[in-house]
């Protein structure tokens, strides 16, 4: 049997401010206490992505939910 995984990565908005990068899901960008950040740079920020995906993928092989996106500026 073939394996097949998908991860629906909403559609996410990428600001620049003076202390760093942050990012939200576009569809709620104007509340303030969705936005994750700072981050030092847009690398970053796909870095934490790519852990969400991994963190997805884990969580489908044991059978569990993934826990929420937490932001860390790294």
């Given at each position: ?65 993934p826990?929420?996106l ?5």
């Open positions: 049997m073939q394996e097949h995984f998908i991860y629906a990565l909403t559609a996410f908005t990428v600001e620049k401010r003076a202390a760093g990068w942050y990012f939200a899901q576009s569809a709620k960008r104007h509340r303030s206490d969705d936005w994750r950040g700072p981050y030092r740079s847009e690398a970053s920020i796909a870095r934490q992505l790519r852990r969400e995906i991994a963190e997805r993928y884990q969580h489908q092989l044991d059978g569990s939910k826990a929420r937490k932001a860390s500026g790294s």
